[in-house]
């Protein structure tokens, strides 16, 4: 099993940046691929990130390229999910995902969902 716990999430004024941690631990061996999905209220979960754990092949939305970077620490065990540029649009409650395949966009390729963080931007 892995436990992946987020952190980082809070209040930003439009334009400003947050970032966000994801630690993982257990069997994280097994690890194969890391992601970054939101949430808005009223919305479907949506991919946001995507980084294979050897750090080779990295996937965006369109939304967020330019805006937002996806890098991880392994000896640390941690992803991080860098928001720049933020926007209103942004709100959303934030999920880190591991897969033991690999880097999708795809939440159905993730097993192991960590319980997330708010990240809400005011205008």
């Known amino acids: 099993q892995v436990q992946l716990v987020e952190s980082g999430g809070g209040l930003v004024q439009a334009g400003g940046s947050l970032r966000l941690s994801c630690a993982a631990s257990?069997?994280?061996?097994?690890?194969?691929?890391t992601g970054w999905f939101r949430q808005a209220p009223g919305k479907e979960r949506e991919f946001v990130a995507a980084?294979?754990?050897?750090?080779?092949?990295?996937y965006y939305a369109d939304s967020v390229k330019g805006r937002l970077t996806i890098s991880r620490d392994n000896a640390k065990n941690t992803v991080y999910l860098q928001m720049n540029s933020l926007k209103p649009e942004d709100t959303a409650v934030y999920y880190c995902?591991?897969?033991?395949?690999?880097?999708?966009?795809?939440?159905?390729?993730?097993?192991?969902w960590g319980q997330g963080t708010q990240v809400t931007v005011s205008s």
């Open positions: 995902a591991a897969s033991p395949l690999g880097a999708y966009t795809t939440s159905a390729y993730y097993s192991y």
């Open positions: 257990g069997r994280t061996s097994s690890i194969y691929g």
């Open positions: 980084l294979s754990w050897s750090g080779s092949h990295t």
